[in-house]
């Protein structure tokens, strides 16, 4: 799979890190929120590197539909409720500025990355939960309004509209903003020492480490396995459909998003918690939709993104731990990455130049309410089912049982391995237990890989390493 955005846009490539160096701040990470950030405190008189496992936006930045807007899907009322009107409060205003700017550093800098205005939109089948949440983002001082009907071939009973919002090519931009930069890549971090960060070519000596890695890696301080899970979802890029105005996101756990990009329509849904099995559902479940909603269009893409999702519905943004006050992180973006990145690079350059900023305790990772309590023990449950079943679960067939284009658990000379078998007989073992905490892995058909249900890291059939917060493969026996 191969997302739109990747399709259409190519980045040069960077030198792996091969000596000892020193920095100011090193980020590690080279997603949309590590360049942020990296820029935001370059541009603030701070030396600082980036130091990216892979390729620079090769993660879930170039599978994001790209929205930029304040509007989180159905969030107002819900938020009002939890946090309180001045914390909730600043949660949109901080999402609003980072849209500011990125409207400010696209124009100052002259990127060309197909940015647009336009208006973003929630719909629901449920007018009552529609007007509750116009009545709380105007309590919030949005300029939101409940509207009867939007273009879309699902079902709603309305939806409420966020003026002035924003859409662009994530990987143009990060193609601009990248340049000023430097990276390294190729460069995974192996370890981190305090103010020394530790990869196979080299270290990078920092008095302020910066942790934008999408999931944090390390476990102890910080415990963000505890407090957030990971979810996939899906997005096709469809030729053939009538162009469509705004941006659209749907309420409810089945719902669909849309945006047009050109002569793309970009349809997304099918989401679930990663290592979860959807019979029907995930991108089969999403081609199916496509095909009912646009039976004329062609699919020219499609790929699938991972989000992490902590407990409260507010991203971590702050201080690593208490433990260790040079550490930094941004985290838990659930499916808003773009503006929060944004909001993260404001946030953790005001704290590093020693500056002070309105929406530092709304995203603190110190926070804690009894309201995040509830997810935080289904989520624990979650890990503590997959921990049983790599200990107690015994495989249900034998490998020679195993058909073709099939992947399953099975027993091996006497030992658990997951398998998978191509079309045409060769087989493909590996280890089934995540490296990350121990969870046991579970096969998703669809995308062929081997999946951790516990904290969300990836790995493909061969066993090589594709999501964190695992740091390594789980090997392959041939």
């Given amino acids: 799979m191969e997302s739109i955005w990747r399709k259409t846009c190519q980045i040069e490539g960077r030198p ?70 001045e914390k909730a409060k600043k949660y949109f205003q901080a999402n609003q500025r980072a849209l500011e700017e990125y409207r400010r550093i696209i124009l ?25 949440e116009e009545k709380a983002a105007k309590k919030l001082d949005i300029a939101a309004e409940l ?42 971090v192996k370890k981190v020492e305090r103010d020394r960060v530790v990869t196979p070519g080299g270290t990078v000596a920092a008095p302020k480490i910066i942790f934008a890695s999408h999931y944090p890696f390390i476990n102890f301080p910080g415990l963000y396995f505890a407090r957030m899970h990971q979810q996939r979802s899906y997005v096709l890029a469809l030729e053939g459909t009538v162009p469509l105005e705004g941006m659209y996101i749907g309420e409810g756990r089945n719902a669909y998003s849309f945006r047009q990009y050109g002569k793309y329509l970009l349809l997304g849904g099918g989401g679930h918690r990663t290592g979860e099995e959807v019979p029907g559902g995930g991108l089969e479940g999403l081609r199916k939709a496509a095909g009912q909603f646009f039976p004329d269009s062609r699919e020219a893409a499609c790929w699938a993104a991972q989000d992490c999702m902590p407990a409260d519905r507010i991203p971590y943004i702050g201080r690593y731990s208490s433990g260790e006050p040079n550490w930094f992180v941004a985290t838990g973006f659930q499916k808003w990455g773009m503006t929060s990145a944004m909001a993260a690079s404001m946030i953790l350059r005001d704290m590093i130049c020693g500056l002070g900023n309105p929406y530092e305790e709304i995203f603190s990772p110190e926070r804690f309410s009894a309201g995040e309590l509830p997810q935080i023990l289904r989520d624990g449950a979650e890990a503590a089912k997959g921990l049983a079943k790599r200990v107690f679960q015994l495989p249900e067939k034998n490998v020679r049982e195993l058909g073709a284009e099939c992947g399953q658990l099975v027993e091996f000379e006497g030992k658990k391995r997951g398998a998978y078998r191509k079309e045409t007989g060769e087989l493909f073992l590996v280890n089934p237990r995540c490296p990350h905490m121990g969870c046991q892995l579970a096969w998703n058909s669809q995308e062929k890989t081997w999946d951790c249900p516990c904290h969300g890291s990836r790995f493909d059939y061969r066993g090589n390493l594709l999501d964190g917060p695992a740091q390594e493969g789980i090997g392959c026996e041939k």
């Fill in 16 to 85: 792996q890190l091969a000596e000892n160096i020193s920095a100011d701040v090193a980020v590690i990470g080279g997603g949309m929120a590590g360049l942020l950030i990296a820029w935001q405190l370059q541009q603030a008189g701070q030396k600082t590197v980036v130091l990216e496992a892979g390729r620079i936006a090769g993660g879930q930045t170039q599978n994001t539909t790209a929205k930029i807007t304040a509007q989180h899907g159905m969030l107002c009322d819900a938020l009002l409720k939890a946090k309180g009107k």
């Fill in 108 to 132: 100052q800098e002259g990127i060309p990355c197909d940015f647009q205005e336009t208006a973003s939109y929630v719909y629901s089948q449920n007018l009552e939960k529609l007007q509750a």
């Fill in 147 to 188: 509207v009867e009907q939007v273009p879309l071939p699902v079902p709603h009973a309305g939806a409420v509209r966020f003026a002035g919002q924003a859409q662009f090519h994530p990987l143009k931009f990060v193609k601009a903003l990248s340049s000023w930069l430097t990276i390294y890549e190729h460069t995974p």
